[in-house]
């Protein structure tokens, strides 16, 4: 609890993307995951180019990714899209249909080490869908793992999105 808090407090003061990135790397490699990913899912950012905030893929996997276009099958990003639900990918995975395209992505970060992460979906200040999901090679995670990834997740999406746009917090939110 206290390694989450200590994120939270850090992420707010964050100015450059990268320090952020190293930051959230550093507080989940002690569950034995290797690499994360913030970004959005909808709206604009999401259709174009650079649809992530920041990722700390191994240079191999992101490239594999780019060139198998697997953005279009990706069974995460759907599911962040469709759902509000924090889940593990394993979860995920074992819902998907027997066919369902998004298990060539599976099989794809499998081979880069990715057999197991936590998906959670979030809401950018103007109000497009984004993620962060985090992965490595590991077994199942604890409620306490999860609700610890939760946080960082929250913590890490708001500062990138904050850092991305320019923006304070509470500055493009609208009440209708």
Same mark, same amino acid.
């Given at each position: 609890?206290? /390694?989450?808090? &200590?994120?939270?407090? $850090?992420?707010?003061?964050?100015?450059?993307?990268?320090?952020?990135?190293?930051? /959230?790397?550093?507080? +989940?490699?002690? *569950?034995?995951? %290797?690499?994360?990913?913030?970004? !959005?899912?909808?709206?604009?950012?999401?259709?174009?180019?650079? #649809?992530?905030?920041? @990722?700390?893929?191994?240079?191999?996997?992101?490239?594999?990714?780019?060139?198998?276009?697997?953005?279009?099958?990706?069974? +995460?990003?759907?599911?962040?899209?469709?759902?509000? $639900?924090? #889940?593990?990918?394993?979860? *995920?995975?074992? /819902?998907?249909?027997? =066919? &369902?395209?998004?298990?060539?992505?599976?099989?794809?970060?499998? %081979?880069?080490?990715? @057999?197991?992460?936590? #998906?959670?979906? !979030?809401?950018? !200040? &103007?109000?497009?869908?984004?993620?962060?999901?985090?992965?490595?090679? =590991?077994?199942?995670?604890?409620?306490?793992?999860?609700?610890?990834?939760? %946080?960082?997740?929250?913590?890490?999406?708001?500062?990138? &999105?904050?850092?991305? %746009?320019?923006?304070?917090?509470? $500055?493009?939110? @609208?009440?209708?």
């Amino acid at each position: 609890a206290a /390694v989450a808090h &200590d994120f939270a407090l $850090q992420a707010r003061g964050f100015a450059e993307m990268d320090d952020l990135s190293n930051a /959230v790397l550093a507080a +989940i490699a002690p *569950l034995g995951l %290797t690499a994360a990913a913030s970004g !959005m899912v909808s709206g604009p950012k999401a259709a174009s180019a650079n #649809l992530f905030h920041f @990722t700390n893929w191994p240079a191999e996997w992101a490239a594999a990714y780019a060139a198998e276009n697997l953005v279009l099958v990706d069974p +995460i990003p759907r599911w962040a899209r469709n759902s509000g $639900q924090a #889940l593990s990918w394993s979860t *995920l995975f074992a /819902v998907l249909p027997e =066919r &369902d395209p998004g298990k060539r992505a599976i099989s794809a970060g499998a %081979t880069f080490g990715f @057999t197991e992460g936590f #998906l959670v979906p !979030m809401r950018a !200040m &103007d109000s497009s869908l984004g993620a962060v999901s985090f992965g490595g090679d =590991r077994g199942a995670f604890s409620v306490e793992e999860e609700v610890f990834l939760e %946080t960082v997740a929250h913590h890490a999406f708001v500062a990138a &999105d904050r850092i991305e %746009t320019g923006g304070g917090r509470g $500055q493009k939110g @609208t009440l209708r």
